[in-house]
C-alpha cells in the first residue's frame, strides 16, 4: 500500500490522480476537511467518473507532527511519497517553516525506518540546490549548497529536510529525493502555488524582474515521480525542470494565453531595495504580513539556469514544453474563473 503526504496540495492531488488511475492502493494523509474538495476539484479536469476514481483513496486525518495519528497513517504501508510542505519566504515563519519542513520530515523519515518502507520518494525544490557564481552555469545536483549565503528561510527548511531523508537511507530506508523547478499546474490558484502567478498575471502587473529561473509542469513531476519509485533506483536525487526562463518571458507567455497585457517595465533594483525595508517597516509597525523580503527581492533578480540532463538520461523522459504547459494551465484557469 502507498503513503501520500501533502495530498491536497498541487503535487500531491495530481499525484494522487495517477495512482488511481494506475490502479493502486492508496492512502493519503489530509489536515483540514475543507482542502478535500480542492482534490476532487483537480480530478475533475480529467475524467467523467472523477468521484468513483476520488473514493478509492483513504483518508487519513494527520499533522506531520503528531506522531500518534502518523503511525496509524503508516500502518501496512510499503511506500511514501512524502508530498507535504509549507511554502513561505517570510522571514518571521521561520521556526514554522522548520517545524513543518524539517521536524515533520524528520518524523516521517523516523516512520519509514521504524515500519521497515521499502522505499519513499521525497518532493524538495531547487530552491535547496546551491548556486554557481557564474550565472550561465548550469546547476547540477553537483552543486554544493552553501550555507554561509543569505538563503531564503524556505530554502534553509527544504535543504534541513532533505538532510532528514539522507539520514533515513543511512539507516535502511531507500530513497530518491526529487528537486522541481517552479511548478505549473491547475486548480490551485491563490497561496503559494505557481497558480497565483496565472491569478496575479491576469489581473495585470506593471513590473517583471530581471531574473530567470526553472520550469516544470506537475503532470511530468507525478510521472516522473512514479516511474523513479517503480525503479530499482536509490539514494539519488533528480533535478526537475523542463526549461529555463527569464520571469520576462514566462510573464507574456503567460499573458498572451490569458489575452491580457503583459508587464512593460522592469523593476529597478532600487525599487527593490526600498520596497523590502518598507515591507519590513510594515510588518513591524503595522503586523502586516510580509510580501517582500531580503532574499526574494534578491532572487526575482538574479538569473539561474538548471541541468536535468541526470533525470533524463536515468529514466529516458522528455519533459512537456513550457509553452504547451502554460496553455494547458491557463485553459484551466480561465475556465475556473469565467
Known amino acids: 500500500m502507498i503513503l501520500v503526504t501533502g495530498g491536497t496540495g498541487l503535487v500531491g492531488s495530481h499525484l494522487l490522480y495517477k495512482l488511481v488511475r494506475e490502479n493502486e492502493h492508496v492512502r493519503a494523509i489530509y489536515r483540514r476537511s475543507h482542502t478535500l474538495k480542492r482534490v476532487k476539484h483537480v480530478f475533475s ?9 476520488y473514493n478509492k483513496i483513504e483518508w487519513v486525518e494527520a499533522d506531520l507532527n503528531d506522531v500518534p495519528a502518523l503511525e496509524f497513517a503508516f500502518k501496512d504501508i510499503d511506500y511514501v511519497y512524502h508530498c507535504a510542505a509549507f511554502v513561505s519566504f517570510e522571514p518571521n515563519k521561520y521556526y514554522q517553516l522548520r517545524n513543518i519542513n524539517i521536524e515533520g520530515t524528520a518524523n516521517i523519515v523516523n516512520l519509514c525506518v521504524s515500519n521497515r518502507i521499502k522505499k ?12 554557481e557564481p557564474n550565472p550561465e552555469q548550469l546547476i547540477t545536483e553537483k552543486t554544493e549548497w552553501n550555507p554561509e549565503e543569505d538563503n531564503s528561510v524556505y530554502a534553509i527548511t527544504k ?12 539507516e535502511g530506508v531507500p530513497a530518491v529525493i526529487v528537486n522541481p523547478g517552479i511548478i505549473l499546474g491547475p486548480g490551485y490558484w491563490k497561496g503559494g502555488s505557481s497558480g497565483n502567478l496565472f491569478r496575479l498575471i491576469h489581473k ?25 519509485m517503480k525503479s530499482d533506483i536509490i539514494n539519488e536525487r533528480y533535478i526537475l525542470v523542463s526549461e529555463n526562463l527569464s520571469f520576462k518571458a514566462f510573464q507574456e507567455k ?10 512593460k517595465k522592469e523593476i529597478s533594483l532600487m525599487i527593490l531595495e526600498i520596497g523590502w525595508r518598507l515591507d519590513w517597516l510594515s510588518s513591524k509597525l503595522l503586523g502586516r504580513r510580509r510580501k517582500l523580503s531580503k532574499q526574494l527581492a534578491k532572487s526575482i533578480r538574479t ?22 504547459s502554460i496553455e494547458k494551465v491557463s485553459e484551466y484557469y480561465l475556465k475556473d474563473t469565467n
Not at 120 to 131: N, P, Q
Not at 204 to 226: A, E, K
Not at 303 to 324: H, L, R, W
Request: charged content about 15%.
Open 303 to 324: 538569473k539561474t539556469v538548471y541541468d536535468n540532463s541526470k533525470i533524463k538520461n536515468a529514466i529516458q523522459t522528455e519533459f512537456n514544453s513550457i509553452n504547451n
Open 204 to 228: 495585470g502587473m506593471t513590473y517583471f524582474s530581471s531574473g530567470s529561473s526553472g520550469y516544470v509542469n506537475v503532470w511530468d513531476v507525478s510521472d516522473i515521480m512514479y516511474k523513479l
Open 45 to 53: 479536469y480529467y475524467c467523467e467518473n472523477h468521484n468513483e476514481l
Open 254 to 263: 503567460v499573458a498572451q494565453t490569458l489575452n491580457v497585457k503583459p508587464a
Open 120 to 131: 519513499l520518494c521525497y518532493v524538495s525544490s531547487i530552491a535547496a540546490i546551491g548556486h
Open 159 to 170: 535543504y534541513g529536510a532533505e538532510m532528514e531523508v539522507w539520514r533515513g537511507t543511512q
